[in-house]
């Protein structure tokens, strides 16, 4: 009836699932309006809860990516005005680690690894490089280290800093990284894991 009347399908909840979900309420719900004479008010206090909670996941999805797409923009705008070429390099290999995290939100930092390493082939030390870029975007606040070492995105961080903030911390960043950094040490266990679990 909705397609009928020409109601755009993007913008319908289908809610078959919670109707198979909740197959006895939605029985007892259709019973009790057909005892009813087709009343339709036992049904749409059932049904109606179901119209919200998809409403707002339809409304979290949506947030989600708009956050998603700011974000994008706001990466690909910083590192397309940083001044030191060698910088520029650096951040074309980040951005892909973001771009990659942007496409799969959550991936395993081992299948992350294995995403991104081929920007770094050519590299003496492709996995020191690798931890090294990670720790720059984790110093910058794009991206955390999960408790369970998961490697997510920050979607908040072009909201947090400037972009002329985040451009002179990124240009003042050194241009080696510290193995006595805490960051590095669990970027160094993340890879070593990943190693073992592939040789095992």
Same mark, same amino acid.
């Given at each position: 009836? =909705?397609?009928?009347?020409?109601?755009?399908?993007?913008?319908?909840? *289908?809610?078959?699932?919670?109707?198979? &979900?909740?197959?006895?309420?939605?029985?007892? #719900?259709?019973?009790? *309006?057909?005892?009813?004479?087709?009343?339709?008010?036992?049904? %749409?206090?059932?049904? !109606?809860?179901?119209?919200?909670?998809?409403?707002?996941?339809?409304?979290?999805? @949506?947030?989600?990516?708009?956050?998603?797409?700011?974000?994008?923009?706001? $990466?690909?705008?910083?590192?397309?005005? !940083?001044?030191?070429?060698?910088?520029?390099?650096?951040? &074309?290999?980040?951005?892909? @680690?973001?771009?990659? =995290? =942007?496409? /799969? +939100?959550?991936?395993?930092?081992?299948?992350?690894? =294995?995403?991104?390493?081929?920007?770094?082939?050519?590299?003496?030390? +492709?996995?020191? $490089?690798?931890?090294?870029?990670?720790?720059?975007?984790?110093?910058?606040? $794009? @991206?955390?280290?999960?408790?369970?070492? @998961?490697?997510?995105?920050?979607?908040?961080?072009?909201?947090?800093? *400037?972009?002329? &903030?985040? %451009?002179?911390?990124?240009?003042?960043?050194?241009? $080696?990284?510290?193995?006595?950094? +805490?960051?590095? #040490?669990?970027? /160094?266990?993340?890879?070593?894991?990943?190693?073992?679990?592939?040789?095992?």
């Amino acid at each position: 009836m =909705l397609r009928q009347a020409g109601v755009s399908g993007f913008v319908m909840v *289908s809610l078959s699932n919670y109707y198979h &979900e909740h197959k006895d309420g939605y029985l007892a #719900a259709m019973v009790e *309006s057909r005892q009813k004479g087709h009343d339709l008010t036992p049904f %749409l206090r059932f049904a !109606l809860p179901a119209v919200s909670a998809r409403c707002n996941a339809v409304a979290d999805s @949506i947030a989600d990516h708009n956050r998603r797409t700011l974000f994008r923009q706001f $990466a690909q705008s910083l590192f397309g005005k !940083l001044h030191s070429p060698r910088r520029r390099v650096l951040a &074309e290999r980040q951005l892909h @680690i973001l771009e990659t =995290l =942007l496409d /799969s +939100p959550t991936p395993d930092s081992g299948d992350l690894f =294995l995403r991104t390493v081929s920007e770094y082939r050519n590299l003496k030390y +492709p996995g020191r $490089a690798w931890s090294r870029d990670v720790f720059y975007l984790l110093d910058l606040g $794009a @991206i955390r280290i999960e408790r369970n070492r @998961i490697i997510t995105l920050n979607l908040h961080w072009p909201q947090q800093l *400037s972009e002329s &903030e985040l %451009l002179d911390r990124y240009e003042n960043l050194p241009s $080696a990284v510290s193995a006595n950094h +805490p960051a590095m #040490a669990v970027l /160094s266990q993340l890879l070593k894991r990943h190693r073992q679990r592939n040789v095992g």
